[in-house]
């Protein structure tokens, strides 16, 4: 269940990558609020674990992915998407690899039916390791026929019309992986592994 929540999560950064641009929370008070202490007492500053750091959003715009990459919006396009899930691809972005990757480029496809995080590397045995990255063993989970290794995974127990997924592919030192959430065009896993085939006929 750790590997589905860690594919989860990625929707989530995104989620907190596009809204990383807000104005700030917090506002600083004038110093007339601030109530004020007797020479008797004394103030005890609180311990650092009471603040926790918080990487702060880059509000800046992203890295884009090194030319001639391996490219997660080339291989993932919007012609995929639309035709597997009938759903409206939205805009797509790409930045280079989350994985680390100088020969890779990530792809987040928002703003249309499907919110979609493809990571994507050219060293799949050190970046998406058979040991780490796998849904065998959770309910549901199918392995796709045709990769080198590779996973499809309807998250359970989920309701309405908004369904997400996590999709690992590996042939060679390519590999893929994927948050996949389609809204208004629910899907099961016979549509995700239609899916994953045509993604690996774009890996080659």
Request: glycine letters at 12%; proline letters at 9%.
């Amino acid at each position: 269940m750790r590997r589905a929540l860690t594919a989860a999560g990625a929707g989530l950064l995104l989620a907190l990558w596009l809204s990383g641009c807000g104005d700030d929370a917090a506002k600083s008070s004038s110093p007339n609020d601030e109530p004020s202490a007797s020479p008797s007492e004394s103030v005890t500053p609180l311990p650092s674990e009471a603040t926790p750091d918080v990487p702060e959003l880059s509000t800046g715009p992203p890295t884009p992915a090194p030319a001639g990459s391996f490219d997660g919006c080339a291989i993932v396009s919007p012609e995929l998407i639309e035709a597997d899930f009938g759903a409206d691809a939205g805009q797509s972005m790409s930045q280079a690899s989350s994985l680390g990757d100088p020969g890779a480029g990530d792809c987040i496809y928002f703003g249309g039916d499907a919110t979609i995080v493809v990571q994507a590397t050219t060293r799949a045995d050190q970046d998406l390791p058979e040991s780490t990255s796998s849904y065998q063993g959770l309910p549901g989970a199918e392995a796709v026929p045709g990769a080198d290794r590779g996973w499809a995974y309807v998250f359970p127990n989920q309701s309405g019309t908004s369904v997400t997924s996590g999709l690992i592919l590996v042939r060679g030192q390519l590999g893929l992986q994927c948050s996949i959430t389609i809204d208004g065009h629910p899907y099961d896993n016979e549509t995700l592994q239609a899916f994953a085939q045509h993604v690996l006929a774009e890996m080659g």
